[in-house]
C-alpha cells in the first residue's frame, strides 16, 4: 500500500500551547487527507477531511478555530492544535486517498499528544 | 442505527480456529468497502478491500452481499499475530469522500 508519514510520532507540551502535526503522502498524491483522533480502546473518531486547495470539512462538534488544518499540496496536510488542554491528549492519526481510486485510505502512524 | 455496525466482540479463539466477522451497513448506495487492522496503539492497516465477488488472500476472504447490506471476514487457521481489532469501513461516494468506520472487532488469538 501507499506510504505516508506522519511527524511527529509523540509530542508532550504544556497547557496552552500550540502543537502543529504534519501528514505527507511519499509515493501518492493524495487529494483528500483526513483527521482522526482516538482515545484508548475506543474507534476512530474522525474530526475532519481536507481537499487540496480548499478549506477543510469539519465534522460535527469539532471546533475549526482550535484545530486548524491546512492541505496546501497533494502531499502535506498539517493539523495544528491551539492553545491545547489535557482534554486535548490523545492519539492523532491522519490517512490519505486518492478521490480517482476507489476509495482506499492510508493511515499515517499516528501521533500521540500529551498535554500537561 | 450506526451507519455501520460490528460485533465488537471480543473474539477468543484458539491457535488454528477460523473465525468469521460480520458487518452490517446502513446506506445501500456505498460503493466501497474494506477490512483494515489496527494492533494496540497503532494506526490502522489495510488489510483488503472486498467486492462483490469476494476476494481472497492467503487465510483471508472477505465477502460482500450487496441485497443483505453486509460484508464478512474469514480467518482461517488463526495465528496468534492475527490477534488485533479489525474494523470494517464503508465509503459512500456519495456527493463527496467520506469513509465511515466500524466501531472494530477485537480478535484475541492464544496458543
Known amino acids: 500500500g501507499a506510504v505516508v508519514s506522519q511527524h511527529p510520532s509523540r509530542v508532550i507540551c504544556k497547557s496552552g500551547t500550540s502543537v502543529k502535526i504534519e501528514c505527507r503522502s511519499l509515493d501518492f498524491q493524495a487529494t483528500t487527507m483526513f483527521w482522526y483522533r482516538q482515545f484508548p480502546k475506543k474507534s476512530l473518531m474522525l474530526m475532519a477531511t481536507s481537499n487540496e486547495g480548499s478549506k477543510a470539512t469539519y465534522e460535527q462538534g469539532v471546533e475549526k478555530d482550535k484545530f486548524l488544518i491546512n492541505h496546501a499540496s497533494l502531499t502535506l496536510s498539517t493539523l495544528t492544535v491551539t492553545s491545547a488542554h489535557p482534554e486535548d491528549s490523545s492519539f492523532y492519526i491522519c490517512?490519505?486517498?486518492?478521490?480517482?481510486?476507489?476509495?482506499?485510505?492510508?493511515f499515517g502512524p499516528g501521533t500521540r499528544l500529551t498535554v500537561l | 442505527r450506526k451507519e455501520v455496525e460490528q460485533d465488537p466482540g471480543p473474539f477468543n479463539v484458539p491457535e488454528g480456529a477460523t473465525v468469521a466477522f460480520n458487518c452490517t451497513y446502513s446506506?445501500?448506495?456505498?460503493?466501497?468497502f474494506f477490512w483494515y487492522r489496527q494492533d494496540c496503539r497503532k494506526e490502522p492497516k489495510l488489510l483488503m478491500s472486498?467486492?462483490?465477488s469476494g476476494n481472497e488472500d492467503g487465510r483471508f476472504t472477505a465477502q460482500l452481499n450487496r441485497a443483505s447490506q453486509y460484508i464478512s471476514l474469514l480467518i482461517r487457521d488463526s495465528k496468534l499475530s492475527d490477534s488485533a481489532t479489525y474494523l470494517c469501513?464503508?465509503?459512500?461516494?456519495?456527493?463527496?469522500?467520506?469513509?465511515?468506520f466500524g466501531a472494530g472487532t477485537r480478535l484475541f488469538v492464544k496458543a
Open positions: 469501513v464503508v465509503n459512500p461516494r456519495t456527493g463527496g469522500f467520506k469513509t465511515i
Open positions: 446506506n445501500s448506495a456505498s460503493q466501497s
Open positions: 472486498v467486492y462483490s
Open positions: 490517512s490519505a486517498g486518492d478521490l480517482r481510486g476507489i476509495g482506499e485510505q492510508f
